[in-house]
């Protein structure tokens, strides 16, 4: 599956495209505070992209036991995100230790969005 990236200011065609070669992608979140790293989430799996180089992600994640429905990057790191998956948990990352999350959230149901706010 393809990643693409649009410019809208001129949308005839993609700016970019970052190729994922496995399941299709349900989730993407531009870094706040990098503008060349986006996050994508592929079934139970994140990938963290540099658009520069787009022919592999420089981090892969394996998250979740199930599909993933939320990513987001946090508003005061740029190397931490959360994510929220169907397996009823909330985790939080860093990606440059990207095989250990950081804390998680044990919930009694399907976690369908999880975001930052801006107070913390």
């Given at each position: 599956?393809?990643?693409?990236?649009?410019?809208?200011r001129d949308p005839r065609s993609p700016k970019g495209s970052?190729?994922?070669?496995?399941?299709?992608?349900?989730?993407?979140?531009?870094?706040?505070?990098?503008?060349?790293?986006?996050?994508?989430?592929?079934?139970?799996?994140?990938?963290?992209?540099?658009?520069?180089?787009?022919?592999?992600?420089?981090?892969?994640?394996?998250?979740?036991?199930?599909?993933?429905?939320?990513?987001?990057?946090?508003?005061?790191?740029?190397?931490?995100?959360?994510?929220?998956?169907?397996?009823?948990?909330?985790?939080?990352?860093?990606?440059?230790?990207?095989?250990?999350?950081?804390?998680?959230?044990?919930?009694?149901?399907?976690?369908?969005?999880a975001r930052y706010t801006p107070f913390g």
């Open positions: 599956s393809y990643i693409h990236l649009w410019d809208v970052l190729c994922a070669w496995t399941v299709g992608c349900s989730q993407v979140k531009w870094n706040r505070h990098n503008p060349f790293v986006i996050a994508s989430a592929h079934d139970g799996d994140v990938r963290v992209w540099d658009i520069r180089k787009p022919s592999r992600p420089t981090v892969q994640i394996t998250a979740h036991m199930s599909k993933i429905y939320g990513i987001d990057w946090s508003p005061s790191d740029e190397r931490t995100l959360v994510t929220c998956s169907q397996d009823k948990q909330v985790k939080f990352w860093n990606v440059t230790q990207p095989r250990v999350y950081q804390a998680t959230l044990q919930c009694g149901a399907p976690v369908w969005r």
